[in-house]
């Protein structure tokens, strides 16, 4: 069993990292704005940015948001239904305003008592960062 401090290091790199992490990657990967098509003229010589243009470097990161989206969700799918539903419920959703839905709504759409929830909720965050630090593609973003 890991030790009190590591279990909590990694459930704080979930929530802190990862759960913040994944909306961004949500956004990139769902992207559907490209880089500027239209030509342009100067005087100066124009700095490349390597082997790709533009285009080319979008596709690439939202192929690489999907893949990271994508691996979350196989590794959250390796989790008791129960523990993928409370972190779906208190993480994966926002509210209209944009914020994580409160735990007391959470626990009661879960049918659990407040104790239980709470128990639960650290259980289903410390697995999830088992999962998630043995995934290369997860990993690879830190």
């Known amino acids: 069993m890991a030790k009190r401090e590591d279990k909590e290091e990694l459930i704080k790199w979930v929530i802190d990292k990862c759960l913040q992490k994944y909306f961004e990657m949500e956004l990139q990967a769902n992207a ?25 470097t979008a596709a690439i990161k939202k192929a690489s948001a999907a893949e990271w989206v994508e691996a979350f969700h196989v590794n959250l799918k390796c989790l008791p239904e129960l523990h993928r539903k409370l972190i779906q419920l208190k993480y994966l959703s926002r509210s209209s305003d944009g914020k994580y839905l409160s735990d007391d709504f959470v626990y009661t759409e879960l049918n659990l008592s407040r104790s239980a929830y709470y128990l639960l909720k650290k259980d289903a965050l410390y697995w999830l960062g088992l999962q998630l630090a043995d995934d290369s593609i997860i990993r690879s973003e830190y």
Do not use: A, I, Q, V
Request: aromatic share 8%.
């Open 32 to 56: 559907s704005h490209l880089p500027s098509m239209t030509s342009r003229w100067t005087d100066t010589p124009m700095h490349s940015n390597g082997f790709h243009s533009s285009t080319e």
